[in-house]
């Protein structure tokens, strides 16, 4: 069963990432924000959410405590009140160079190639992609509600 063998592989994942990211004081989703802040140095919760694929129910309070422990910073966009925009501290930026380390160790425990990881990216992607999509039988019925 193709869900189960990536079930598994999530679990698999974070059980590789929690040592390393122990470490440093982070958990698994607090580190995927900071790779999007890192790639876009500032975002919008909803930016957030929507590349990572949290709703802000679970965003909130992570972001809460990454500017606990003054990773980021959080403020009211000024043109528009309801957004939030997220940025990145020094202490939040300087953490990028801690996590090159993660990265090489975990590269180093998947075995495989850049390439590799890149094609199983790309499949992977792919594939939520799809599975995100309404089956054109559901969208008509969501229409009919």
Same mark, same amino acid.
Request: hydrophobic share 40%.
């Given at each position: 069963?193709?869900?189960?063998? #990536?079930?598994?592989?999530?679990?698999?994942?974070?059980?590789?990432? !929690?040592?390393?990211?122990?470490? /440093?004081? /982070?958990?698994?989703?607090?580190?995927? %924000?900071?790779?999007?802040?890192?790639?876009?140095? #500032?975002?919008? %919760?909803?930016? +957030?959410?929507?590349? @990572?694929?949290?709703?802000?129910?679970?965003?909130?309070? @992570?972001?809460?405590?990454?500017?606990?422990?003054?990773?980021?910073?959080?403020?009211?966009?000024? !043109? &528009?009140?309801?957004?939030?925009? +997220?940025?990145?501290?020094? !202490?939040?930026?300087?953490?990028?160079?801690?996590?090159?380390? #993660?990265?090489? %160790?975990?590269?180093?425990? +998947?075995?495989?190639?850049?390439?590799?990881?890149?094609?199983?990216? +790309? %499949?992977?992607?792919? @594939?939520?992609? !799809?599975?995100?999509?309404?089956?054109?039988?559901?969208?008509? &019925?969501? &229409? &009919? #509600?």
């Amino acid at each position: 069963m193709l869900c189960f063998a #990536v079930y598994s592989l999530s679990h698999a994942f974070n059980r590789t990432y !929690k040592p390393l990211l122990d470490r /440093l004081g /982070l958990t698994y989703p607090q580190y995927l %924000v900071l790779l999007a802040l890192w790639q876009h140095k #500032v975002m919008t %919760v909803k930016q +957030i959410g929507e590349q @990572l694929g949290l709703d802000s129910g679970t965003l909130s309070p @992570l972001l809460k405590r990454l500017d606990t422990a003054g990773l980021v910073s959080r403020t009211r966009d000024r !043109k &528009d009140e309801r957004q939030v925009n +997220i940025a990145l501290t020094e !202490k939040g930026e300087a953490l990028q160079a801690d996590v090159g380390h #993660v990265q090489m %160790v975990f590269g180093n425990a +998947i075995g495989c190639s850049t390439e590799e990881a890149r094609s199983l990216q +790309i %499949v992977l992607e792919a @594939l939520t992609q !799809k599975l995100s999509q309404p089956e054109p039988s559901e969208a008509a &019925d969501a &229409d &009919d #509600v």
